[in-house]
């Protein structure tokens, strides 16, 4: 009796939310045919640290394993809303999306920046698609006839577009000052990608790395 009355309550604390994600070692298979386990990278020296105000911004008596340093950037922060009737997730969410994500294709987490980026380091599991390529469609031919194959999209003898069996995206970039991403976004939109199939992760690999997430460039202990 006991032990169900934990598992009720613990139900009841987790099931309305996705807060349990933060704690599940979440595999996921990339691109470059690894293995990755995204989890919250927080080291044993760190646990014990109290959120207080001389911890947080001052970073007094922290030891050097508990910081991690972002560089501040230029970039015009982005609004909350890539597009009407686009949801915008943040870390959770995204794990979320990540852990349902199926050899199938029918969802997709995609990174928008340029194969350098992506190679350096992303998200594991992420697929590889130049923002300029969605935008400029024209000019990146090819590379844009690959992406339509890619997405499952079919282009009609008359020149339009049928996206019945295209995947539900979630896109990101490099961070909330990321403009990448949401150009991208706006160029589905405009193409006719129906918008319930488009999620953003406005934070992008900035948060990700902030939040101490796991990316292909590092693996927890």
């Not at 609004?79 to 969410?93: I, S």
């Not at 999306?97 to 294709?105: E, H, I, N, S």
């Amino acid at each position: 009796m006991r032990y169900l009355c934990l598992l009720f309550a613990t139900t009841l604390l987790y099931g309305s939310g996705l807060e349990w994600l933060q704690n599940e070692r979440l595999n996921v298979r990339h691109a470059d045919g690894k293995t990755y386990v995204i989890t919250r990278h927080i080291p044993e020296a760190c646990r014990g640290i109290p959120i207080l105000p001389e911890n947080v911004w001052k970073r007094e008596s922290v030891s050097p394993l508990c910081v991690q340093p972002l560089v501040t950037t230029l970039g015009t922060i982005s609004m909350m809303q890539a597009a009407e009737g686009v949801q915008t997730f943040g870390e959770l969410e995204t794990m979320a999306f990540v852990k349902a994500m199926r050899p199938d294709g029918k969802k997709m987490l995609l990174d928008s920046r340029s194969s350098d980026w992506y190679e350096r380091e992303t998200i594991p599991g992420a697929v590889n698609i130049w923002y300029k390529v969605i935008m400029l469609p024209n000019l990146f031919a090819e590379e844009f006839d690959a992406f339509l194959t890619q997405m499952r999209i079919v282009k009609n003898a008359d020149g339009s577009l049928d996206f019945s069996k295209a995947p539900e995206l979630l896109l990101f970039c490099n961070g909330p000052w990321c403009s990448q991403s949401p150009n991208a976004i706006s160029a589905l939109v405009r193409m006719g990608y129906p918008v319930e199939k488009l999620k953003w992760y406005r934070g992008g690999l900035h948060d990700w790395k902030s939040m101490a997430m796991t990316t292909t460039a590092r693996q927890p202990d």
